[in-house]
């Protein structure tokens, strides 16, 4: 955290090792106390997390909500990694942002699985996470039986259980057009298992289509449903693009890679003197 206005000298150290949104706001509130800095004085917040790859504006947004802090103003370096890497920025209305829909496509992936499955598909939908938001499981609820007979709700999985999970499935595909970025991709890629994206928000940036995965309309069932039934149909070609995901995190994703870059992005900000006073 980077303090100014009354106290522009004061800097508060990195906050790190961070892998919940909660735990970040606890250690910024002791950092904060510490330096006896206001929450208001705030304006460039860094993140990092024990995750080997990014820290994304959902997560930063919702700490410096958590925290107080409502002033931000930003660090751009999307330019800079080819939309990648994302600043940290904060714009004044997070309470509103906060309030937006997050649509992740759960239901029109469902949906495509019971077009293929009516064509004949022989597979298995499984879904993970915390939580089900009551709007999608109003929708869950009311599917028919058999279409919930193939479907697997299994909540809150552990990184091991997760990692087992993306391993042994055949595709990945969260179709949502809410992601700026989606380091699940890069999971499932890792894993060997190739995806299916929306060609919305940042998805576009990450996946290439046609190479390690594919991307579809949001919302186009019929194009959604094609693809997931290529892909289980033809284990030669998900397994091609599997791999070339695996290569592409290995080779852009990683720590060394992204440091850096963050480093090269400093040297060009500290050069062209742009920004916050001495």
């Avoid at 004044?92 to 499955?117: F, N, P, S």
């Avoid at 879904?127 to 929708?139: E, H, N, P, V």
């Avoid at 033809?234 to 290995?250: D, T």
């Amino acid at each position: 955290l980077a303090a100014r206005g009354a106290r522009r000298h004061r800097h508060i150290p990195q906050a790190e090792g961070l892998s919940t949104s909660h735990r970040a706001a606890a250690a910024v509130r002791v950092l904060l106390r510490k330096a006896r800095t206001d929450p208001r004085e705030i304006d460039l917040l860094i993140c990092a997390t024990t995750t080997p790859y990014f820290v994304f504006p959902s997560t930063a947004n919702l700490v410096c909500y958590m925290v107080g802090i409502r002033n931000i103003g930003s660090f751009d370096v999307q330019a800079a990694c080819s939309g990648f890497l994302y600043a940290l920025t904060i714009a004044r209305q997070i309470a509103d942002a906060l309030q937006a829909a997050h649509d992740k496509g759960k239901a029109q992936t469902i949906e495509a699985m019971r077009r293929a499955w009516s064509r004949g598909l022989d597979a298995t939908f499984l879904m993970a996470g915390s939580t089900m938001l009551d709007k999608f499981k109003r929708y869950y609820d009311a599917l028919p039986d058999d279409v919930r007979e193939r479907c697997r709700w299994l909540g809150f999985i552990s990184d091991e259980d997760k990692r087992d999970l993306q391993a042994a499935g055949q595709v990945f595909c969260m179709p949502s057009r809410t992601d700026s970025f989606g380091i699940v991709y890069l999971e499932a890629w890792l894993n060997g298992v190739p995806v299916i994206g929306a060609r919305a928000g940042g998805v576009p940036e990450v996946v290439s289509d046609g190479v390690d995965g594919y991307l579809v309309e949001f919302g186009d069932i019929a194009a959604l449903a094609n693809r997931i039934q290529l892909l289980i149909a033809r284990p030669e070609l998900a397994h091609a693009m599997g791999q070339a995901g695996s290569r592409k995190v290995l080779a852009e994703h990683t720590w060394d890679h992204k440091i850096a870059r963050i480093a090269e992005i400093y040297r060009e900000v500290r050069n062209e003197k742009i920004g916050v006073g001495d």
